[in-house]
């Protein structure tokens, strides 16, 4: 799981236009992804639940 210094070197390198590895992309989607998931179900734990839609990075990133 990428630190916070590295998710900052994945954006510095994007928005530098430098090639990234999809290994990079996928770790860095899959962090955050994982942080705003934890967030949201902290906030919301009396909330009912809904089923998630399963995404495949394989498929987004080619």
């Known amino acids: 799981m990428p630190t916070a210094d590295q998710l900052n070197d994945l954006r510095r390198k994007i928005l530098a236009d430098e090639d990234v590895s999809q290994d990079e992309l996928r770790s860095a989607i ?20 809904t089923p998630s839609v399963k995404v495949d990075l394989d498929d987004l990133l080619g």
């Open 30 to 49: 899959e962090t955050l992804t994982g942080e705003r998931i934890a967030a949201h179900a902290a906030a919301n734990k009396k909330a009912t639940k």
